[in-house]
């Protein structure tokens, strides 16, 4: 396994290099493609382009994206003025050298920034930068000019000879043995850019275009796979498939079907089988591209393939010559398998740990998925905001769409839980994107809405547009009060409104709301520490430059009573990434705080009213724009939706 994690990082550090600079190869490749004299409109002023840029631009993008990626921009520079060197001092393109010179440049520049960090004297900062950065950058261009770019250049020529080896030889198509497994390890981009693409690069300035394009980028062996699971499947992995095979084909998100062969190991032969099928049409038809194609979507291929009917004819032959291949072999091995419905989200699970971070495709398929098996907008009766306590966000949110709710005449139920105390049988569960996860596990079967912000109506909109075509309108149920609710003013006094203060950071602002609540007897010492831990697991900014930092779950028996503080800073607080002007701490218990809360997400939910908040003078002033606002009061329609 460290073997594994040790070579998908080398991967993944080469096709870091690259990856960010697709849309330069791509502009060579289309240059290339329209204006040298067998392209689609030959001109010879224009085609002086195509040199230089290979030459020059793309392996200096690749060296300061390297050097970047070890030390910044600095490090790029550096990066950049080092493979410099290397570009002189040989005569072709040099994207291997580049990979090299650039992190090394990056390296030593960082490792010299470390070695002089807090010795330099004030005034001589600005100085000793640029000169080092100058010196050494000057130093590795030498040293790759003399002795590392020869090195480069006697390696890239074996390569060459290699690969030309193997296609002369017509072994090309055994290179699917090592590229389509390597794919479901994730290496493919590492293999495809890290490897392939300047290789490639070389061969379409000798002979115009290059195959190796299109070893990895090739959607067919996917799509077979995709194909097979849409009529042969079973349960989930059935009907997810044609939502992933569009992705796929079109998007060229070649990551969400690993999942389907993971279910099912013995796709691998058909994976390696489809890829060398194509590879062997594509070296028997002579076929190639101009530039890489990335993503590897269909599109993508059509887009750079060369300007001429034998080329297209060859490409597209061996995306579909892989597809066939694949979806036979598929086939088989679906046929024969054992009898039983596929686990999607665990063969899910087990590709995201082999990758080691989450899958955004593998995440776009299962909401697409749930919305189609699951969601039943006629049969909803009850929407649940959950957030880790339950006390302050979800409260908020909850009153937003219970007011909108009420305005479209529905009778759905909009109520507020901390996510632990979930029901399995609900059927609509809001919550923050950073615990969704934590809600699909407490109720796997409903349908689960992710938000950046309670305060944004967006998404509450769009559920209630699919509510509204489902369920027939009728006036909602009265809202249930809370026995013994306290009065709003006790619960929010002037004494607890603090105007104009200002705070360094977040963690200064939480704890300046939570000693307020500590010092009017809310809540015990401990509860501010519980504040700072629960904007730890999910942001307490709920949008439109307001925060609610609360505390979590387990710290709702530090609060003695209800209470909130308001806070006002005029000049803003950074919540990550995003300036808060007003910041309400709150403590709630049994609910007393709930009124109070709504009326201060509804008025919210207002920018401009945000806004003039953000620049009341007075503390009456603000509490005059909480008066009259409650989900039931319309004499204020500047709250309405």
């Known amino acids: 396994m460290n073997v594994k994690i040790t070579v998908q990082r080398f991967g993944n550090a080469l096709s870091s290099m690259v990856l960010p600079n697709i849309g330069a190869f791509i502009a060579w490749g289309l240059i290339t493609a329209i204006f040298i004299p067998s392209g689609w409109f030959p001109n010879k002023a224009l085609a002086q382009l195509v040199d230089p840029t290979v030459k020059y631009l793309l392996p200096l993008l690749i060296g300061y994206s390297g050097g970047k990626l070890v030390h910044g921009h600095r490090g790029g520079v550096v990066g950049a003025v080092a493979t410099m060197g290397m570009i002189v001092g040989t ?27 807090g010795r330099i004297r004030p005034g001589f900062e600005m100085l000793i930068n640029n000169f080092s950065a100058g010196i050494l950058g000057g130093l590795l261009a030498i040293l790759s000019f003399l002795g590392v770019g020869p090195l480069v250049d006697q ?81 989930t992995a059935k009907r997810s498939a044609p939502g992933a095979a569009i992705i796929h084909f079109f998007g060229g998100i070649h990551e969400i079907y690993f999942p389907y062969i993971l279910m099912k190991p ?24 101009l530039a890489p194609a990335s993503p590897g979507s269909i599109i993508s291929i059509l ?68 919305e189609k098996t699951q969601f039943r907008p006629d049969l909803v009766k009850k ?56 809600a699909r596990q407490k109720a796997p079967d409903a349908y689960h ?94 949008g439109n430059g307001v925060a609610i930092p609360h505390g979590t779950e387990e710290a709702k028996k530090q609060i003695k009573r209800s209470g909130i503080s308001m806070i006002q800073v005029p000049d803003g607080v950074d919540f990550d990434g995003n300036t808060v002007y007003l910041i309400f701490g709150i403590a709630g218990k049994d609910g007393e705080h709930l009124n109070m809360l709504s009326r201060i997400a509804l008025a919210c939910s207002d920018q401009e009213t945000v806004e003039k908040m953000a620049k009341a003078k007075s503390a009456e002033e603000l509490l005059a724009y909480f008066e009259h606002t409650s989900e039931t009061d319309e004499r204020y329609p500047e709250f309405a939706y």
């Open 383 to 438: 929407v649940v905001f959950a957030c880790d306590a339950g006390m302050g966000s979800s409260a908020m949110g909850a009153s937003l769409l219970r007011k909108m709710i009420k305005k479209e005449g529905l009778a759905i139920e909009v109520v507020n839980t901390a996510i632990r105390s979930l029901s399995e049988d609900a059927q609509v569960v809001i919550t923050q994107k950073e615990l969704t996860e934590r």
């Open 155 to 235: 390696l890239s020529n074996l390569l060459a000879a290699a690969v030309e080896w193997l296609v002369h030889t017509n072994v090309l198509p055994l290179a699917s043995l090592f590229i389509e497994p390597a794919k479901v390890l994730f290496l493919n981009n590492a293999i495809n850019h890290g490897v392939l693409t300047p290789l490639g690069v070389e061969q379409v300035r000798e002979y115009g275009k290059s195959m190796l394009f299109l070893l990895e980028a090739n959607p067919g062996p996917g799509l077979g796979i995709l194909l097979a699971y849409c009529l042969f499947g079973k349960g």
């Open 266 to 289: 013995m796709l691998f032969i058909a994976a390696i089988l489809g890829g060398a099928g194509g590879v062997l049409t594509l070296v028997t038809l002579h076929g190639g591209l």
């Open 449 to 542: 809405v992710s938000v950046d912000h309670f305060l944004d109506a967006g998404p509450y909109e769009q559920l209630i547009a699919k509510l509204k075509n489902a369920v027939k309108p009728e006036m909602g149920p009265e809202e249930s009060g809370t026995a013994e609710i306290k009065e709003d003013r006790e619960l929010l006094a002037e004494k607890h409104i603090f105007l104009n203060q200002s705070f360094a950071n977040k963690e200064e602002a939480i704890r300046f709301a939570g000693k307020v609540l500590y010092e009017s007897g809310y809540v015990t010492a401990g509860y501010t520490d519980a504040m700072l831990k629960r904007d730890q697991i999910s942001t307490t900014y709920i």
């Open 91 to 117: 005569d072709i393109p040099m994207f291997l050298g580049a990979m090299i010179m650039g992190p090394l440049g990056g390296f030593v520049i960082k490792k010299f920034d470390v070695l002089l960090q």
């Open 303 to 370: 887009a750079v393939t060369p300007h001429s009917l034998g080329n297209y004819i060859a490409n597209i032959a061996d995306v579909l010559v892989s597809i066939a291949i694949s979806f036979a072999v598929s086939v088989v091995v679906l046929k024969t398998g054992k009898n039983e419905a596929e686990n999607f989200e665990q063969a899910t699970e087990k590709m995201e740990k082999m990758k080691g971070k989450k899958s955004r495709a593998a995440v776009l398929l299962s909401s697409e998925l749930q």
